[in-house]
């Protein structure tokens, strides 16, 4: 609970998410690590879901450790159809509930149009796309049932805007904001809020090896001038994750220090 005194009236902001399980996709590492590290702090449990064994355990151990709350680890790889059930399966058989959906996980295979190979294109698709709808409809039953739940979907401002050399990310990131729009209207009746986060240019290991020209220009077209950090899209998702955002659905926050206004 947040206290905000304003002039002598008082708002209490309530980001607590004590009792609560959230899943996170693709936090092993990255922006997907930094969500599970927020959304622990604030009392969720977290089942932490990566392709990277090692390293989504000792992400989920370090978490537990700093925060005090229950972390789990889970593997699979989210573009492969038939380990999505068994996946939720075994989440739900843990935690017996999931109140929290984050779909983080996401993947680049840069190149302009010409040279684009239809694996590349299939790949961003099926990773960034349609494990969104994979993972989406395996908790949707669930949360109609308990008639709640949040979902945060990360797509990119580039799905806005965009970008030359992404034409496969750009079209996996627009297809998640329609996605979210079309399901955030099913879930409503059923208070299941359903939000979408376009984050712009982040110091993670995805911008880590653009071409320092790339990253020059990203820069000069950012007014705030700066890389935004993982945390600052955590601290988004822990907003829309909130009581405090129950009155949104369907909405699109660019995290993007302005770039895409
Ligand atoms: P990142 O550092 O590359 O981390 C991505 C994480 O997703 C990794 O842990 C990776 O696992 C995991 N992953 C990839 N494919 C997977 C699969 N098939 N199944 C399960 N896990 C998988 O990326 P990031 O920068 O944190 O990006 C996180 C999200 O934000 C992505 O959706 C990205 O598109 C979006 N985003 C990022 C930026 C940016 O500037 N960084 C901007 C806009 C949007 P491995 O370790 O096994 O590879």
Excluded at 111 to 129: A, E, H, P, Y
Aim: one cysteine or more; a negative charge.
């Amino acid at each position: 609970m947040q206290d905000f005194s304003l002039n002598g009236s008082v708002a209490v902001v309530d980001f607590s998410l004590d009792g609560s399980v959230a899943v996170v996709t693709g936090s092993a590492r990255g922006i997907g690590k930094a969500i599970a590290f927020t959304l622990a702090r604030a009392g969720a449990k977290v089942a932490l879901v990566d392709m990277n064994k090692e390293a989504v355990e000792a992400s989920a151990k370090e978490i537990e450790e700093a925060c005090g709350v229950e972390c789990v680890p889970f593997v699979a790889d989210l573009s492969s159809e038939e380990q999505i059930e068994p996946l939720f399966s075994s989440i739900l058989e843990k935690f017996s509930q999931i109140d929290i959906l984050v779909n983080n996980a996401g993947i680049t295979r840069d190149n302009l149009l010409i040279r684009m190979k239809d694996s590349d294109w299939q790949k961003v698709i099926d990773v960034n796309l349609k494990s969104v709808f994979l993972c989406t409809r395996a908790v949707f039953k669930s949360m109609m049932k308990q008639r709640h739940g949040k979902i945060i979907n990360i797509a990119s401002i580039v799905g806005l805007m965009g970008n030359a050399g992404q034409a496969n990310y750009c079209a996996s990131k627009a297809g998640v904001i329609g996605f979210s729009k079309a399901v955030a209207r099913e879930g409503a009746a059923r208070s299941i809020n359903v939000n979408v986060i376009a984050p712009g240019f982040i110091a993670t290991d995805m911008t880590e090896n653009l071409p320092e020209s790339a990253k020059q220009s990203m820069l000069a077209q950012t007014p705030l001038g700066r890389m935004g950090k993982a945390q600052d899209v955590a601290n988004a998702v822990l907003f829309f994750a909130s009581p405090a955002a129950d009155f949104l659905t369907g909405q699109v926050l660019c995290v993007d220090g302005g770039l895409a206004m």
